[in-house]
């Protein structure tokens, strides 16, 4: 059984993932995989919102980036596409933004609770100590009810990101997951297998086991990601990945191709 696509991996345009499209490239190659997507992080409206993304006027270049790539490895599928943070106001640049390139498919990820906090940044890790843990865990997950809903993403990212540090809240959080699958399931969105979370405090994927059977329960469809920030980490602990989707029922994964959604056997 061949691997699953890696559709989520970055470029050093986001100034914090190093190597060159062609690098994550050859070595999708190497290991394996059949197809690849890239999705690096959105633009904001404004390009001063923080450090850790391209800015509005480099979507060309990371077009080309990815072109590039295409064009050096023919015999392997590459998708264009975008890692779209969601904040709650910001529909119409998503909008605007999907106009701008023909993309693939948009992954659509909260990392931000609040304009000022994104919950995964390491340098702002001394804000989950002012708060308690399942306040910010539910403002996490309304945002990503949102963001199902919004019909504006075709895969959401990485959908239990506040677990990377390991912080964790004591209540249930299945009511949560809950209201979040069924918004996936009602819009037709994916999720997505993160192995990154293998490689943060959390020491496992996101999602986690009981989210994802949720998910298979409510027929929400999933797609696989590295979330490489690095050649090396490309299609990294998809066998894993794969283990947890099938033990958990699924037996399918879909794939993109301007916006539009394949079923693939897993
Ligand atoms: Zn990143
Ligand atoms: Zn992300």
Known sequence: MSLPADLHMHTPLCRHAVGEPVDYARRAVEIGLQEIGFSDHSPMPRDDFDDWRMRADQLDEYAAKVRLAQETFPQLPIRLALEVDYLPGHEDWIRRLATRQPWDYFIGSVHYVSDSWDIDNPAKISEWKKRDAFEVWKNYFDRLTLAAESTLFDIIGHCDLPKKFGIRPTQDCTP???????????????????????????????????????????????????????????????????ALARSVGYTETVRFEQRQRRVVGI
Request: aromatic share 8%.
């Open 176 to 242: 949560l997951y809950e209201k979040f699958l069924a918004a996936a399931a009602k819009s037709g969105c994916a999720i997505e297998l993160n192995t990154a979370g293998l490689r943060k405090d959390c020491r496992e994927i996101y999602p986690s086991r009981n989210l994802l059977e949720l998910a298979c329960r409510k027929q929400v469809p999933i797609t696989f990601g590295s979330d490489a920030h690095a050649p090396k980490e490309v299609g990294m602990n998809f066998t894993e990945a794969v």
